[in-house]
């Protein structure tokens, strides 16, 4: 079965530091992924899909970028953290356009 | 703009009464439309779902039901059980892509 895995669970950041937030899926080959954020109160909103590797569509401009340097490996990356990049952050992978998508447990990201 | 609306923040309902979660959409592109549950720390899990072909689809307790034409949708628990206390959301995919777009989600507390 697949299983999708997300570290680390909680961090906390001072403004201008850099960020690597990692997710790796096991069990299936070529997933779609997908990158999350949800502000507090609020619902999620897509920042980065992946369709394959080095391939990466950005949703909204901002602060962050994401890579996917292997198959089932998918990055979150900042090179300088605002305090506006606090959130919940989660990693998804689907089988396809028409498939669920399956989220990570999530990274909760405070920026002091 | 919000294309995918839940407009009641929190539902409160009795063990073994039934639970109703609306959720309103704008874009008629929308082809397929998703529900999840989401519990404090963890990552939505995927509940039901529904092509934009069919008006019904049962799953055990959960019923998702869509109305194209008012541009609604709504998931159904019956009975409601403690453990069903969680965060629901929607969610609307755009035709042909693999993005998903996410409703602010509806805490529902179910009592015993």
């Known amino acids: 079965s697949q299983t999708i895995h997300q570290w680390p669970a909680t961090l906390v950041q001072p403004v201008g530091s850099p960020l690597s937030l990692e997710c790796t899926v096991e069990?299936?080959?070529?997933?779609?992924l997908y990158w999350y954020r949800q502000a507090a109160g609020r619902g999620l909103q897509l920042l980065f899909y992946?369709?394959?590797?080095?391939?990466i569509s950005s949703e909204v401009p901002q602060n962050l970028s994401a890579s996917r340097p292997q198959d089932r490996q998918f990055i979150l990356s900042s090179k300088k953290l605002l305090l506006s990049d606090s959130g919940f952050y989660l990693c998804?992978?689907?089988?396809?356009?028409?498939?669920?998508?399956?989220f990570g447990d999530g990274t909760r990201l405070s920026i002091l | 703009d919000q294309q995918v609306k839940q407009n009641s923040p929190s539902l409160s309902v009795q063990e073994g009464r039934i639970s109703i979660l609306n959720c309103d959409y704008t874009?008629?592109?929308?082809?397929?439309f998703l529900w999840y549950k989401k519990y404090p720390a963890e990552g939505p899990t995927f509940l039901i779902s529904?092509?934009?072909?069919?008006d019904k689809n049962e799953d055990g307790r959960f019923t998702v039901f869509l109305n194209k034409s008012a541009k609604h949708l709504s998931l159904h628990i019956v009975p409601s059980q403690p453990g069903d206390s969680a965060v629901y959301f929607c969610?609307?995919?755009?035709?042909?892509?693999?993005?998903?777009?996410f409703g602010q989600g509806t805490t529902l507390q179910v009592k015993p």
């Open positions: 529904i092509s934009s072909i069919k």
């Open positions: 969610a609307a995919r755009p035709g042909n892509t693999g993005k998903l777009i």
């Open positions: 998804a992978w689907s089988l396809g356009q028409g498939q669920p998508q399956h």
């Open positions: 874009n008629s592109m929308f082809d397929y």
């Open positions: 992946s369709v394959g590797i080095g391939q």
């Open positions: 069990g299936t080959s070529n997933p779609n």
